[in-house]
């Protein structure tokens, strides 16, 4: 078998045929035989055989796996674009099915590589999600803690399509707004904690660090814990604080009062009383306008007990003292109600009650402090019928000044003030007419106030029924004297008249005889003009004073001389008669 080969003289190399004939010019040299030569020539041609099937077998190795690398890029190309939700291969890269298969891998790669980037962003963007949202939930949970850090969460690379990634960030944007919900919730409970604790004058950190140690404010907003557990204690917390801002008013507000009182009983000064303004002023004050820090802290309520507690032992050393003052205030009242009342026996027991062994201050106070109160509601209850008396009163006194200057017989004269006298009369003769009405609407109401307490109304300690009756029957007889006078002045008249007939001229008139008065209760009970005095007489008998704090006259006005000007009557008279 001959091997054409020759030297190419353009490449300057040693070709096969060269080498061949080489080699037949040293078998002719050494003389080998033709069959020698030919056994060499096949095996050397056998070896070459043996060469190109290595490289043909090799290059078809190489094909096959440059067919399978573009059938596993065309594989992986269709994974990805699924995997990302992506288009369809044919829409994504050319068609290039018909080149050659590294134009084909080529032709492939660059998208491969470009799918391949844009996986792993989007498994980045899931993971960062994923990572976010398994942190809010343990924080939410209280799984975990505010600063920890968890592990980046596994990613399912089967879906890495913007479908799901959307719904991850949805979910991620709904726990967001919840622990930016829950977040802005513990600001409000903390900021609530922090007004109970300086009004309650607490501790704010070192009670709010015991729900969490993430409450303090050194830590940021976003650092703070938002666990549902955070939240229930921290709610908690402050309905206690609450609680306990509600007791600690109610203490101070009774302390309060306490030391009002006592110091009216004692008629502290200004200057102790400033000392406690701190108390006093959140006397009357609702839970939620005390806000002032410290005011209900436990130093101030400790503070206010023990003064409570020394003006406590101070006032029993005054009892005596105050309890008077307590019997004053209760004979004030009576005697603006013009209730009669043994005050020395009521004294005389205040002295025993204090000099016996089983003398209680507090009870003492509190049984004069009862009294007090029933005499104030006894004092209501009689304030209607008093009025009506007192404008009886009135009524009457004017009747009796009108009576005074009827018999005047320079009441027309023209005398400096008698224009006065004239308004007043007028007005005296209309609340004189009202007379009648005033007493008979106060015999009713007296019944019915009588009826309703199941006792008798007394004035000053005479029975008003009585002094009402009285009056009528002293007015029904000066009615009958005037009746009587009128007619003896008729007759009078008639008799001049006559003595004019006989002895022609006219008789100096008989000075006609004054009218008879009314009599009044003086000291022993009559009556002056009609005025019902009858409480003076009690008065001066029981030792009660004539005159009552409210500026009531117990006194009877005395008659009016000539001409007399009286304007403060002019202007009580006006007063009744628009009554």
Known sequence: MGVAGHNDPLLGETTCGSLLQELQLIWDEVGESDDDRDKMLLQLEQECLDVYRRKVDQASSSRARLLQQLANSKSELTRLLSSLGELSISGVIPDKTTGTIKEQLAATSPFLEQLCRKREKRVKEFADVQLQIQTIRGEIAGTLQVGDHLEMPHVNEDDLSMKRLNEFLFELQALQKEKSDRLHKILDFVSSVHDLCSVLGMDFLATVTEVHPSLNDSVGAHSKSVSDETISRLSKMVTE?????????????????????????????????????????????????????????????????????????LKASRMKDIAFK?????????????????????????????????????????????????????????????????????????????????????????????????????????????????????????????????????????????????YRILRQEKEEEKRRMRDQKKINDQLAAEQEKLFGSKPSPARPQSAKKMPGPRANGGAVNGTPNRRLSVQQQNGVRSASRDGRRESVRPSAPVNYVAIAKDDAASQASST
């Open 241 to 313: 604080l609450k609680e306990e801002k509600v007791k600690r008013l109610g203490k101070i507000q009774a302390l309060a009062s306490q030391l009002t009182e006592l110091w009216n009983l004692m008629d502290a000064t200004v200057e102790e009383r400033q000392l406690f303004d701190h108390v006093t002023c959140n006397m009357s004050s609702t839970l939620d306008r005390v806000t002032v820090p410290g005011a209900l802290a436990l130093d101030v309520i400790e503070q206010a007990e023990l003064e409570v507690e020394r003006l406590d032992q």
């Open 326 to 470: 307590r019997q004053t205030e209760l004979e004030d009242i009576y005697a603006q109600a013009h209730i009669a009342i043994d005050t020395s026996a009521a004294r005389d027991r205040i002295l025993s009650v204090i000099d016996s062994s089983m003398f209680e201050p507090s009870e003492l106070l509190a049984d004069m402090e009862n009294q007090i109160l029933k005499a104030k509601e006894e004092a209501s209850s009689r304030k209607d019928i008093l009025e009506k008396v007192d404008r009886w009163m009135l009524a009457c006194e004017e009747e009796s000044w009108l009576e005074d200057y009827s018999r005047d017989d320079n009441r027309y004269s023209a005398t400096r003030g008698a224009h006065l006298n004239l308004k007043r009369a007028e007005k005296a003769r209309v609340l004189v007419n009202k007379i009648p009405a005033i007493v008979d609407m106060l015999v009713a109401k007296t019944q019915a106030w009588e009826q309703e307490h199941n006792t008798s109304f007394t004035y000053d300690g005479v029975a008003l029924l009585a002094m009402l009756d009285e």
